[in-house]
């Protein structure tokens, strides 16, 4: 099993930054991608961006594309979302998420709990 545990969340003003870590533990040798998903009040999930544990290919939400930035440190099994020049629709749940080689890219096995993310106006 692996677990993920989410940090940085909270309320900014729009045009502000935050920064999202997850820390993995347990059964890390698995881990083949991390990212993040993220869902707001009356709305779908949705990813937000995904990193490779060894190649470091970032892939992004067309939406934060040139404001977030993925990033990784393999050695402490963390992944960092660094957000900046944030929108009120950034506003959102954002999960940390994790999956073996082969696991399902729109739907990943691992799942962190979630850490509120505020944008106001």
């Known amino acids: 099993q692996l677990q993920l545990v989410e940090s940085g969340g909270g309320l900014v003003q729009a045009g502000g930054s935050l920064r999202l870590s997850c820390a993995a533990s347990g059964e890390t040798r698995r881990i083949y991608i991390m990212g993040w998903f993220r869902q707001a009040p009356g709305k779908e999930r949705e990813f937000v961006a995904r990193i490779t544990w060894s190649g470091g290919v970032a892939y992004y939400l067309d939406s934060v594309k040139g404001r977030f930035t993925i990033s990784k440190d393999n050695a402490k099994n963390t992944v960092v979302l660094q957000m900046n020049s944030l929108k009120p629709e950034d506003t959102a749940v954002y999960y940390c998420?994790?999956?073996?080689?082969?696991?399902?890219?729109?739907?990943?096995?691992?799942w962190g709990q979630g850490t509120q993310v505020t944008v106001s106006s």
């Open positions: 998420v994790a999956g073996d080689y082969g696991s399902s890219r729109s739907d990943p096995p691992y």
